[in-house]
Structures are given as structure tokens and as C-alpha cells.
């Protein structure tokens, strides 16, 4: 080893351990890569990098790495202080994962002499290694042909020694994570909207008492989300919040050119509107239901749309920022191929600023991005575009081959103040039969579609690398365009529903939307899972026809109506906003398809930056000790160890802090752990918020510990194989455990027994025993369990007359109420006749509510799998009911003949409750 290495290698013992040795160093030059490559950890051209292979005997087999250094800082760097302050960049393991390509560059270089004072360039040949790891790239040049033939060498004999072994884990290489430089968050960092429901604590390493797991790793990311959520909390970095309106469009224009008044579409508020057919709005739906298509999705979409604490924002205003999305511009072959003629875009952002009319002037086209077809265009208003920053685009092609432009998607992202919005404009794949071709368009377009650099510079169409940010990674993503999602019926089907006489029923969107390929490839989680759409009150959007044969309603007859045209949206839990409008135009007929809109109203925010970061620099150096002095002691204090919840009902949360001191003078990171491999970290009753933070010195944090007995952990409290009793055990990161013991007297209830239980019970559940002799042997003492008969009783006396029974929620108040007298036997707290109209409603609904969750809490289904595929295949009635009598104890055939009994009647009085939906949600839950 030359003088030089000998140098270079006392540099490198810096960072090594005791089992850690150098087998090879190779000085080299960074290259600036292609768009494609890794450039993040490149300075700029002909940076001066140090490579090493370092193997560790630290476990059973020898494993390698390369590890690489770089300058701190590269300004005015000269070749007689490249040996100083070099830091770790990154650490490749030697696997088959790592990719190492030679070649021979033509150009002559000087050659890398790090001996000072030896400047005289040496004309030698220029070698270039390349190192692949994953979708990372590094390039580098070096003269030294020995000394890279012994650092390949060296890298391939470790590979294979890794190949060959199945005991390597890299763990020794975990520490080298500590060397990383703590980055301060940026100012309203942008979350990735895949994640913000995930909590942080999941991607924590295995660990359980007595075994850390990665302390390293961990402490990283407890510090990241640490840093993370003082921004998210620090209200004081916030100067105002502007509630802005935002109106998308999306059109499938079939090769036209505006021939028509776009103001409909654009300005619909000030334009006259030709009759619409509007279908009856879609009520409120039980989530219980298999088969209300988009209700839980709806209702949680309402409820995320946080309109009450958005500030005042008109919606029938001017909106200050357009964002038009259209499909088939140019259905030309030409165009197919690839087309950078923009006069197509020119006619319709003409058109559009037609449609503005007196207002035009107050607005100004900001961006857009054409590929092929494809084109969205963001118009925005004047005094609107001072406060626009980091404007970006981005566009996939998925069609012929799976590059070309006919079918795939345009994106533009913008920061409004300081909040960002990325809006992506698509058009999947076509045809009925089609759906896994779309979900799978969707899935290509989520994965490629990346913002790499600001708009006017080229961006990237291929896989994102490693300095791309996704689309997923903003404040709200907006998705539309033509998705050409159909409807799984019949033409003639589809066509009667709209018409509204399919076997003289009244027209309800769901038996529609029920069938939407959309709605379906949400519920299902194959595409736009966690995505919102507004409620859809329109006919279907798509196909109408001139000069064809059309239906009553407009419809080409050769094409199945369907909704393809949508507007869907994800946003973080941190911004405000409201969804006002979702409309097709009907008026506009120059195409195949109809115009789609969506109003919506976001507040957006603008911070004092200087403020900002003077705070959070100030937690920085709080917390950069953990990372930099691994000898440094956290001291923790837990105040109270011993937690007593007192009495515990079924689906009453109670709460308890629990406070966190730190007496130390290093900062504290802490996580919870369990007591064993097979244990959990925390009892199915029992959770806790946050499950991981920071305590800075002499600062005091409290933990909420809550108690909820629901129907996963009641059955195994109800026969006492569990217990209200847990012990928390709460790790200090390079310091010790502590230890919180939390118990409850658990108040037993009938919810979470079999119903086997139940018929053997003298008396009710909180005033009796549970029999120690099985059912088998045991004998029933009720025909069937009497808390279900006083539910099923009461309804039947009370709420025959109730329209949506079971569709509708009642009050959770009144649910506790009812509950704790079929626990207690004691009598029913109510009396209908005394209530009002509008108070017997909703204990009604209550009541029905309470029958759901009971058989939601069974520990087994009433009907067993195997009885159910037996009866889906009988046709005969009677048969069937023979086949229940046969096979079913005499008190679950009590059950199931009440309930049908009910629903019978129910059925019989002539009132206006959704009797299919009433069936569906009782039997969904009765056989589950």
C-alpha cells in the first residue's frame, strides 16, 4: 500500500470498529449522472470521493461493504486538503443487490495525486466505475487501473462470500446511520399522502425488553417525526391562513375544437343552465352494509372534509385558480406518435378565456403540459401569481407498448403560499372488459409520475430516481380525466335504470353506482384506495352521439352508458377544505363525452420562515447529541407506575395520563416494547398517544393511556381467559426500562358471548356466573337469548314505521343506555310514547343500531360457513328451512326465525324503508 492509502486509511480508522478492517481504498472523481442516476450525494463535476471496502468479523461469516466519503464542503477545494473533513455518505452492502460495471473512457484526465505539492498532471487512461444499488447510481473516474482491479476484486470475492452464506444480517453496519447529518425539516415539509394515516411508530425496528432492536435506526426516525410534528404543531410560525377556490374541469373533447360557448363548463354560476336530470341524492348508509358501494368511503370523506373549520370561502365566487384537464386533443396518427404543436392547446385556451368573458382580464394562464392527447392547463388569477412558487410538471405515457402517449398522464404541481397541490390529468385504458388494464394504468402512473425539476427544465418520464419527489408527496393531489371506469350490467339494463321503469322502481343511484367499476376497485383496494370523490347526482357522463342511433335519453346505442369522466382527491389531515360542487354539463355536445366540474375550497397558509427556523434549529441542537455522542446517558422519569382505571364498561373509552420527566441533561427518546417475542406490546383493550417522542432536559411530557373494551377483546374478559390487567414497559433509547402496570374492574356484558352462553345464564350477564360445564352438556335455560328477544321485541312494538331503519345511525348516548340495561336486566330507560317525533326517531334508530352491534360482537357467526353455502344452493323454501332445523341448536333457530319474522312484518305495513337494504345489513352481520 502506497503512502497515499497509508494516509487515507488513518483518515478511515476514524469511523471503524474493533472487527472492522480496510481491504481496499480507491480514490476517484464523482461524475455529474444522468437524469436517472443518484446525483443527490454529487456536488457537482469532478468532486474528489474516497472508496473503501471494509469487511467486518463481527458475526459468523466475513461481510463486506463499500463505503463512501465525500467532502463536507467542495468550495475552493485544492488537492493539498482533500484528506480534511471528509464525512460517511453512504455504506453499500456487498450482495448480489450491488451492480459494479467498468469501462474505459477515450478522454485523457490528469491524473489524482494527493501528495502535496505534487501538481504535474500525468496523461493516463481514464477508468469509469459505475455501483448500482437498488434504484441508486453513483459514477466515478479514477487513473489507478491496480488499485481499481483490487477494489473489484475485493467487492466480487465479498459478494460471493455473502452469496453463499445465509447468515448475513449487516447489522454492524447500523451504527454507521449515526454519521448522517441531522437536516432541519423544511418549512411545511410535504407528507406523502400514502403514509399520513400510517402511524409513525410501525416502522420502528422488533424489539422487545432486554433487546433493543436498531437503537440506531430508531432513534433516527423518532427524531425525524419529533422535529416533524413541532411543525405541525407550532402555531406560531403560521402568519394567516387564505381560503383559495379551485375549480377542475375534465373533458374528453373526441378530437374536436371549441365550436361552442365553453361558459356552461367555466362559469357555469353566471351562465344559463339548459334542464338537467338530477338523481336523487344518496343518503346516509350504514357502513355494516356488504353492499352500499361507496359508504363507508363517503361518510369518512364527509367527515375528513373539514368545512366547519375552513375560513369563509364562498364557493359560488370566482374561483382564483382553473385547472382543466382534457383528453383526445389530437386524435391524429401524427399526433400518436409525437407532437409538440401546441395549436390545438392554443384554440382551447382561447376558448376558455372566451367563456370568462367580462373577467378574462383578471386572469392569467399560468402552466400547462401537453403529451399527446393529454393536456391540463392551470389558469390563475393576477394577483394570485406572486404567491405561486415551485411550479413543476411532469407526463407518463401508458398506451401502445406502454410508452406511448395515447393513453397516460400530465401532472403540474404548485405551491400556493406554502402549501402544495399537485394536479394530475389521465386517461386509462378504454373498453368494458378492461377494468384490470386501468387498476393497473393506475397503479404504473402513481409509481412513475414524479416532479424532478422546477418547470422549463426537462423532467423525468422513467422511473423516478432517488431525486424525484411522487405526486403522493403534497398537501392535497388532485386526480381526473377520463378513467373510463363502466358499470358491470347489461346495456339494456344500464339503460332502464336510467330511464327509471326497470320493473316500475323508482330510480336509485346506487343500484348503479353499486356496479361502478370505480366505486368497486376502491372498496376492494385494487386502485384509488383512500381516495375521496364527491357525491355523484348525474346521469352517467359518457357516450352520447349525433348523427347515430341514440336512446331516449341521448346515449349512443352502441356504447354503455358509465360515469368515466371523475374528479377524485386525497388530502392531508392538516389542511382545511371543502368540497362545494360535482356536476356533469349536459349543455356542451360537441363530443362523445360530457364536461365534468368540481368546486372545491382549500386554505392554503403562508409562514414567517425566519421564525421557523430559529425554533427548530433550537430543537436541533437539543437532540443532535443523541445522534453524535452514542456515550451520552438519558435519565427518565416515569411519575406514576401504577395506573387504576376503576369500573370499564363495553365501549366506554376511558382515559388516563401518564407523565414522563427527564432529570437528565441529554435529551431523552423513548418507545414502548413488549415483554417477549410472542407478547404484544399492548393489550387489545389498551392504547396509548404518542407510543414514541422526545423529553427535552427538565421538560415533562404527558402520555394518554386509554382503556376500550370493544367486540375483539370482550369475549376472552367476558369468560375470564383474559384479564383487565397489563404491564407497559416503556424503553429509554440507550437507557433503561420502565415499567407501568395498568389495570380496570371490568364490567361485564352479554356483547362478546356466544349465544350458546347466554341461553345457560339464570338471570343477566351482570348478575350471574358464567356455568363452568360445556354447552354440550349444559342445559339451555331460555328458548333463546333474552337480550336479543328485548331488542328484537322493542323494535317490533316501536319502530315498524321507521323509514331507514338499520340504514341510518342513532345516538351513541342512547346506545350506552340500552346496553346497560340488557346487562343489568334492569328495564329500558325510555318511554317511546312520551318522546317526540323527532326523539323516537333516532332511539329508534338506536335500538337498531344496538341489535347490529350485538351480532357484530358474537365470537362466532350465527350461521356456520359451511350450513351457508349448503342454503345458497337450495332453492325451495321450505327445504331450506328444513335444512336450519336439522342442523341449527333450537335457540339459534329462535334467532334467525325472529329476525326474519320482523323483517317480514316490517316488509308488510306498506311504509317506505328500504326493505333490500334492511335484509342485506341483517343478514351481512347474522352471517358473518
Same mark, same amino acid.
Given at each position: 500500500?502506497?503512502?497515499?492509502?497509508?494516509?487515507?486509511?488513518?483518515?478511515?480508522?476514524?469511523?471503524?470498529?474493533?472487527?472492522?478492517?480496510?481491504?481496499?481504498?480507491?480514490?476517484?472523481?464523482?461524475?455529474?449522472?444522468?437524469?436517472?442516476?443518484?446525483?443527490?450525494?454529487?456536488?457537482?463535476?469532478?468532486?474528489?470521493?474516497?472508496?473503501?471496502?471494509?469487511?467486518?468479523?463481527?458475526?459468523?461469516?466475513?461481510?463486506?461493504?463499500?463505503?463512501?466519503?465525500?467532502?463536507?464542503?467542495?468550495?475552493?477545494?485544492?488537492?493539498?486538503?482533500?484528506?480534511?473533513?471528509?464525512?460517511?455518505?453512504?455504506?453499500?452492502?456487498?450482495?448480489?443487490?450491488?451492480?459494479?460495471?467498468?469501462?474505459?473512457? #477515450?478522454?485523457?484526465?490528469?491524473?489524482?495525486?494527493?501528495?502535496?505539492?505534487?501538481?504535474?498532471?500525468?496523461v493516463k487512461p481514464l477508468f469509469i466505475l459505475t455501483l448500482s444499488y437498488g434504484n441508486r447510481k453513483w459514477t466515478f473516474s479514477t487513473?489507478?487501473?491496480?488499485?481499481?482491479?483490487?477494489?473489484?476484486?475485493?467487492?466480487?470475492?465479498?459478494?460471493?462470500?455473502?452469496?453463499?452464506?445465509?447468515?448475513?444480517?449487516?447489522?454492524?453496519?447500523?451504527?454507521?446511520?449515526?454519521?448522517?447529518?441531522?437536516?432541519?425539516?423544511?418549512?411545511?415539509?410535504?407528507?406523502?399522502?400514502?403514509?399520513?394515516?400510517?402511524?409513525?411508530? @410501525?416502522?420502528?425496528?422488533?424489539?422487545?425488553?432486554?433487546?433493543?432492536?436498531?437503537?440506531?435506526?430508531?432513534?433516527?426516525?423518532?427524531?425525524?417525526?419529533?422535529?416533524?410534528?413541532?411543525?405541525?404543531?407550532?402555531?406560531?410560525?403560521?402568519?394567516?391562513? +387564505?381560503?383559495?377556490?379551485?375549480?377542475?374541469?375534465?373533458?374528453?373533447?373526441?378530437?374536436?375544437?371549441?365550436?361552442?360557448?365553453?361558459?356552461?363548463?367555466?362559469?357555469?354560476?353566471?351562465?344559463?343552465?339548459?334542464?338537467?336530470?338530477?338523481?336523487?341524492?344518496?343518503?346516509?348508509?350504514?357502513?355494516?352494509?356488504?353492499?352500499?358501494?361507496?359508504?363507508?368511503?363517503?361518510?369518512?370523506?364527509?367527515?375528513?372534509?373539514?368545512?366547519?373549520?375552513?375560513?369563509?370561502?364562498?364557493?359560488?365566487g370566482e374561483p382564483d385558480i382553473y385547472v382543466l384537464g382534457f383528453q383526445e386533443l389530437d386524435l391524429s396518427t401524427e399526433a400518436l406518435?409525437?407532437?409538440?404543436?401546441?395549436?390545438?392547446?392554443?384554440?382551447?385556451?382561447?376558448?376558455?378565456?372566451?367563456?370568462?368573458?367580462?373577467?378574462?382580464?383578471?386572469?392569467?394562464?399560468?402552466?400547462?403540459?401537453?403529451?399527446?392527447?393529454?393536456?391540463?392547463?392551470?389558469?390563475?388569477?393576477?394577483?394570485?401569481?406572486?404567491?405561486?412558487?415551485?411550479?413543476?410538471?411532469?407526463? &407518463?405515457?401508458?398506451?401502445?407498448?406502454?410508452?406511448?402517449?395515447?393513453?397516460?398522464?400530465?401532472?403540474?404541481?404548485?405551491?400556493?403560499?406554502?402549501?402544495?397541490?399537485?394536479?394530475?390529468?389521465?386517461?386509462?385504458?378504454?373498453?368494458?372488459?378492461?377494468?384490470?388494464?386501468?387498476?393497473?394504468?393506475?397503479?404504473?402512473?402513481?409509481?412513475?409520475?414524479?416532479?424532478?425539476?422546477?418547470?422549463?427544465?426537462?423532467?423525468?418520464?422513467?422511473?423516478?430516481?432517488?431525486?424525484?419527489?411522487?405526486?403522493?408527496?403534497?398537501?392535497?393531489?388532485?386526480?381526473?380525466?377520463?378513467?373510463?371506469?363502466?358499470?358491470?350490467?347489461?346495456?339494456?339494463?344500464?339503460?332502464?335504470?336510467?330511464?327509471?321503469?326497470?320493473?316500475?322502481?323508482?330510480?336509485?343511484?346506487?343500484?348503479?353506482?353499486?356496479?361502478?367499476? @370505480?366505486?368497486?376497485?376502491?372498496?376492494?383496494?385494487?386502485?384509488?384506495?383512500?381516495?375521496?370523490?364527491?357525491?355523484?347526482?348525474?346521469?352517467?357522463?359518457?357516450?352520447?352521439?349525433?348523427?347515430?342511433?341514440?336512446?331516449?335519453?341521448?346515449?349512443?346505442?352502441?356504447?354503455?352508458?358509465?360515469?368515466?369522466?371523475?374528479?377524485?382527491?386525497?388530502?392531508?389531515?392538516?389542511?382545511?377544505?371543502?368540497?362545494?360542487?360535482?356536476?356533469?354539463?349536459?349543455?356542451?355536445?360537441?363530443?362523445?363525452?360530457?364536461?365534468?366540474?368540481?368546486?372545491?375550497?382549500?386554505?392554503?397558509?403562508?409562514?414567517?420562515?425566519?421564525?421557523?427556523?430559529?425554533?427548530?434549529?433550537?430543537?436541533?441542537?437539543?437532540?443532535?447529541?443523541?445522534?453524535?455522542?452514542?456515550?451520552?446517558?438519558?435519565?427518565?422519569?416515569?411519575?406514576?407506575?401504577?395506573?387504576?382505571?376503576?369500573?370499564?364498561?363495553?365501549?366506554?373509552?376511558?382515559?388516563?395520563?401518564?407523565?414522563?420527566?427527564?432529570?437528565?441533561?441529554?435529551?431523552?427518546?423513548?418507545?414502548?416494547?413488549?415483554?417477549?417475542?410472542?407478547?404484544?406490546?399492548?393489550?387489545?383493550?389498551?392504547?396509548?398517544?404518542?407510543?414514541?417522542?422526545?423529553?427535552?432536559?427538565?421538560?415533562?411530557?404527558?402520555?394518554?393511556?386509554?382503556?376500550?373494551?370493544?367486540?375483539?377483546?370482550?369475549?376472552?374478559?367476558?369468560?375470564?381467559?383474559?384479564?383487565?390487567?397489563?404491564?407497559?414497559?416503556? +424503553?429509554?433509547?440507550?437507557?433503561?426500562?420502565?415499567?407501568?402496570?395498568?389495570?380496570?374492574?371490568?364490567?361485564?356484558?352479554?356483547?362478546?358471548?356466544?349465544?350458546?352462553?347466554?341461553?345457560?345464564?339464570?338471570?343477566?350477564?351482570?348478575?350471574?356466573?358464567?356455568?363452568?360445564?360445556?354447552?354440550?352438556?349444559?342445559?339451555?335455560?331460555?328458548?333463546?337469548?333474552?337480550?336479543?328477544?328485548?331488542?328484537?321485541?322493542?323494535?317490533?312494538?316501536?319502530?315498524?314505521? &321507521?323509514?331507514?331503519?338499520?340504514?341510518?345511525?342513532?345516538?351513541?348516548?342512547?346506545?350506552?343506555? &340500552?346496553?346497560?340495561?340488557?346487562?343489568?336486566?334492569?328495564?329500558?330507560?325510555?318511554?317511546?310514547?312520551?318522546?317526540?317525533?323527532?326523539?323516537?326517531?333516532?332511539?329508534?334508530?338506536?335500538?337498531?343500531?344496538?341489535?347490529?352491534?350485538?351480532?357484530?360482537?358474537?365470537?362466532?357467526?350465527?350461521?356456520?360457513?359451511?350450513?351457508?353455502? #349448503?342454503?345458497?344452493?337450495?332453492?325451495?323454501?321450505?327445504?331450506?328451512?328444513?335444512?336450519?332445523?336439522?342442523?341449527?341448536?333450537?335457540?339459534?333457530?329462535?334467532?334467525?326465525?325472529?329476525?326474519?319474522?320482523?323483517?317480514?312484518?316490517?316488509?308488510?305495513?306498506?311504509?317506505?324503508?328500504?326493505?333490500?337494504?334492511?335484509?342485506?345489513?341483517?343478514?351481512?352481520?347474522?352471517?358473518?
Open positions: 500500500m502506497g503512502y497515499d492509502d497509508v494516509e487515507i486509511e488513518e483518515i478511515l480508522h476514524q469511523y471503524l470498529g474493533p472487527l472492522e478492517s480496510v481491504k481496499s481504498i480507491l480514490v476517484v472523481r464523482a461524475i455529474s449522472s444522468g437524469e436517472h442516476e443518484a446525483t443527490s450525494m454529487l456536488v457537482g463535476d469532478d468532486v474528489i470521493h474516497i472508496l473503501a471496502v471494509v469487511s467486518s468479523t463481527d458475526s459468523i461469516e466475513e461481510e463486506g461493504s463499500v463505503f463512501i466519503f465525500r467532502p463536507v464542503s467542495v468550495s475552493h477545494q485544492s488537492e493539498s486538503d482533500v484528506l480534511t473533513n471528509y464525512q460517511l455518505r453512504a455504506t453499500l452492502p456487498l450482495t448480489n443487490d450491488l451492480a459494479i460495471l467498468m469501462a474505459q473512457s #477515450r478522454s485523457r484526465s490528469g491524473t489524482i495525486d494527493l501528495r502535496r505539492g505534487r501538481n504535474a498532471p500525468i487513473d489507478s487501473s491496480e488499485n481499481l482491479r483490487i477494489f473489484v476484486s475485493e467487492c466480487r470475492r465479498l459478494i460471493n462470500t455473502a452469496s453463499s452464506s445465509s447468515r448475513v444480517d449487516f447489522r454492524w453496519l447500523n451504527k454507521y446511520q449515526s454519521h448522517r447529518q441531522l437536516q432541519v425539516p423544511t418549512l411545511f415539509p410535504r407528507p406523502d399522502l400514502r403514509k399520513v394515516r400510517k402511524p409513525s411508530h @410501525l416502522d420502528l425496528s422488533a424489539s422487545v425488553a432486554g433487546q433493543p432492536g436498531d437503537e440506531d435506526a430508531d432513534l433516527l426516525l423518532i427524531i425525524d417525526d419529533w422535529l416533524r410534528s413541532h411543525v405541525e404543531e407550532d402555531k406560531d410560525v403560521y402568519i394567516e391562513e +387564505h381560503p383559495i377556490r379551485i375549480r377542475l374541469g375534465t373533458f374528453n373533447v373526441n378530437g374536436k375544437t371549441p365550436s361552442r360557448d365553453l361558459a356552461p363548463w367555466i362559469r357555469p354560476q353566471h351562465s344559463k343552465q339548459a334542464e338537467k336530470v338530477f338523481l336523487p341524492p344518496l343518503k346516509a348508509i350504514s357502513p355494516i352494509s356488504l353492499s352500499s358501494f361507496t359508504a363507508s368511503d363517503y361518510l369518512s370523506a364527509q367527515s375528513s372534509t373539514s368545512g366547519d373549520e375552513l375560513p369563509f370561502c364562498d364557493p359560488r406518435l409525437i407532437s409538440y404543436n401546441t395549436v390545438r392547446e392554443d384554440l382551447w385556451v382561447e376558448a376558455i378565456f372566451a367563456a370568462l368573458g367580462e373577467v378574462r382580464g383578471e386572469y392569467t394562464k399560468l402552466i400547462s403540459k401537453q403529451l399527446v392527447g393529454m393536456l391540463v392547463i392551470c389558469i390563475v388569477r393576477n394577483e394570485l401569481v406572486k404567491d405561486i412558487t415551485d411550479i413543476r410538471t411532469s407526463a &407518463i405515457g401508458t398506451g401502445l407498448m406502454g410508452v406511448m402517449g395515447n393513453k397516460g398522464a400530465v401532472a403540474l404541481r404548485l405551491t400556493v403560499y406554502s402549501t402544495v397541490v399537485t394536479f394530475v390529468n389521465a386517461h386509462l385504458a378504454a373498453f368494458d372488459e378492461y377494468t384490470d388494464r386501468r387498476n393497473a394504468d393506475f397503479h404504473d402512473l402513481s409509481r412513475r409520475l414524479a416532479f424532478v425539476s422546477p418547470a422549463g427544465t426537462p423532467t423525468s418520464e422513467e422511473t423516478m430516481d432517488q431525486s424525484a419527489e411522487s405526486i403522493f408527496q403534497s398537501d392535497v393531489l388532485f386526480w381526473m380525466g377520463d378513467l373510463n371506469y363502466r358499470i358491470d350490467l347489461p346495456d339494456a339494463e344500464v339503460r332502464q335504470l336510467i330511464a327509471g321503469n326497470l320493473q316500475t322502481r323508482k330510480y336509485d343511484i346506487r343500484d348503479l353506482l353499486s356496479q361502478d367499476q @370505480l366505486t368497486k376497485a376502491r372498496l376492494q383496494g385494487k386502485a384509488f384506495e383512500d381516495f375521496i370523490e364527491g357525491e355523484i347526482s348525474d346521469l352517467p357522463s359518457y357516450r352520447f352521439s349525433t348523427g347515430v342511433a341514440t336512446d331516449a335519453n341521448g346515449y349512443d346505442m352502441k356504447r354503455r352508458p358509465a360515469w368515466t369522466d371523475r374528479v377524485l382527491y386525497r388530502v392531508s389531515p392538516r389542511t382545511c377544505h371543502r368540497q362545494a360542487k360535482y356536476t356533469v354539463h349536459p349543455e356542451l355536445t360537441m363530443s362523445d363525452h360530457k364536461p365534468v366540474s368540481a368546486d372545491f375550497c382549500i386554505a392554503t397558509r403562508r409562514a414567517d420562515e425566519s421564525g421557523y427556523y430559529s425554533e427548530v434549529r433550537r430543537m436541533v441542537e437539543h437532540v443532535e447529541e443523541l445522534i453524535v455522542n452514542t456515550d451520552s446517558t438519558p435519565k427518565l422519569k416515569v411519575l406514576s407506575s401504577e395506573v387504576q382505571f376503576g369500573d370499564i364498561w363495553y365501549k366506554r373509552k376511558a382515559a388516563h395520563p401518564v407523565t414522563l420527566q427527564n432529570i437528565g441533561k441529554v435529551a431523552c427518546a423513548f418507545r414502548f416494547v413488549s415483554s417477549g417475542e410472542n407478547e404484544s406490546t399492548f393489550a387489545r383493550w389498551l392504547s396509548a398517544e404518542p407510543q414514541m417522542g422526545i423529553v427535552l432536559p427538565d421538560e415533562e411530557l404527558s402520555i394518554s393511556l386509554t382503556v376500550c373494551v370493544d367486540e375483539t377483546s370482550a369475549p376472552g374478559l367476558n369468560t375470564g381467559e383474559a384479564e383487565l390487567q397489563h404491564t407497559l414497559i416503556l +424503553h429509554t433509547l440507550r437507557g433503561k426500562d420502565h415499567f407501568i402496570v395498568v389495570s380496570g374492574n371490568y364490567k361485564r356484558t352479554c356483547f362478546g358471548n356466544d349465544l350458546a352462553t347466554l341461553v345457560r345464564l339464570p338471570g343477566s350477564v351482570r348478575q350471574s356466573s358464567i356455568p363452568n360445564e360445556s354447552p354440550e352438556r349444559a342445559k339451555a335455560r331460555t328458548n333463546a337469548p333474552r337480550e336479543v328477544m328485548r331488542l328484537i321485541n322493542w323494535l317490533m312494538t316501536n319502530a315498524t314505521d &321507521i323509514p331507514d331503519l338499520f340504514v341510518s345511525h342513532g345516538n351513541p348516548q342512547m346506545e350506552d343506555s &340500552i346496553r346497560e340495561s340488557l346487562d343489568t336486566g334492569e328495564d329500558f330507560d325510555f318511554d317511546a310514547s312520551q318522546l317526540s317525533e323527532d326523539d323516537r326517531h333516532v332511539l329508534a334508530l338506536s335500538f337498531a343500531d344496538t341489535l347490529l352491534q350485538f351480532f357484530q360482537s358474537l365470537p362466532s357467526s350465527v350461521i356456520p360457513a359451511s350450513l351457508q353455502e #349448503r342454503c345458497a344452493l337450495i332453492t325451495d323454501r321450505d327445504e331450506a328451512f328444513e335444512v336450519l332445523s336439522s342442523e341449527l341448536p333450537n335457540y339459534v333457530l329462535n334467532v334467525w326465525i325472529s329476525l326474519t319474522a320482523f323483517l317480514h312484518y316490517v316488509a308488510q305495513q306498506g311504509t317506505s324503508i328500504d326493505q333490500e337494504k334492511l335484509n342485506e345489513n341483517i343478514k351481512a352481520v347474522v352471517l358473518a
